[in-house]
């Protein structure tokens, strides 16, 4: 038995494609157009490339992207200005702050003061408690791309058994609690938690989010399962050269899942497909006009 592969690129931009129509939609009946803006802290190269493939889609969707560049040594209260600007600027409707900030700036007071209804990637407390209580708030992109991608591949997902493997604030709780809407039984483990290997093998569906490079092995996962790997690791070979990889040991899951995101081009690219999701999402609800179908 070898895996069906989740094709993320390809679900990603049917999306984007999606996303484009509604935003045509909204300039036409409601003259609406939806902005993003992104705040990008010093020069580190990954976030650079990140937020230029951010500007790159939202432009492509026919929404407005405003870039804000700071310098690394930008104060923390001249960020928390801008974000505060931000705020009240009409035409902007989602605001992310790329992380991670530099270490002098303290990256929770920045995000709460992003107000709750701009905030698109679900990070607020605000929206994190809408989140655990069944209201209607703002969600993480990374694990709303994951429940997009199972309700697609698996349909009903009620009563199927899960395991998160990760604790994060920005994938692994928020995940655990989308599958909990889903009327999953959930279980949140970790690379602590004892007898591992057990847990995700009685898991009808993994979801993988640790940070460790192929932490969760091939033979744990139970035939037939999906399996949701959303770490992105470059590990060196032995011949000096580097390759990504995720937080499950793909070669020998493949052969006993049901279903398998790749790494790369399986959840990557549903994170910013979902991020200007939330932006239309944003501007509908500030606007109190219907989202298009």
Known sequence: MTAS??????FAKNLKEEIARKVETLKINHNLTPGLAVILVGTDPAS????RNKNKS?????????????????????????VKELNKDPIVHGILVQLPLPKHINEAAVIE????????DGFHVINS?????????MVPCTPQGCIMMLKNHLGNLSGLD???????NIVGKPMAQLLLNESCTVTIAHSRTKNLAEVVGRSDIVVAAVGVPELVKGDWIKKGATVIDVGINRIEME???TRLVGDVEFKA????????????GGVGPMTIAVLLQNTVTAACRLLGVNEPE
Do not use: C, H, W
Request: net charge negative; aromatic share 4%; no cysteine.
């Open 5 to 10: 592969i989740i094709d993320g690129k390809m």
């Open 48 to 51: 650079q490339v990140y937020v």
């Open 58 to 82: 939202t432009n492509a969707a026919g929404m407005n992207s405003f870039e804000y560049l700071m310098d690394d040594n930008v104060s923390e209260e001249d960020l928390i200005t801008k």
């Open 113 to 120: 003061t992003i107000t709750p209804e701009k905030d698109v």
């Open 129 to 137: 408690g809408l989140l655990a209580t069944g209201g209607k708030g």
């Open 162 to 168: 899960a395991v998160v493997v990760g604790r994060s």
């Open 239 to 241: 011949d000096g050269k």
């Open 253 to 264: 899951a493949v052969q006993r899942a049901g279903a398998i995101t790749p790494v790369p």
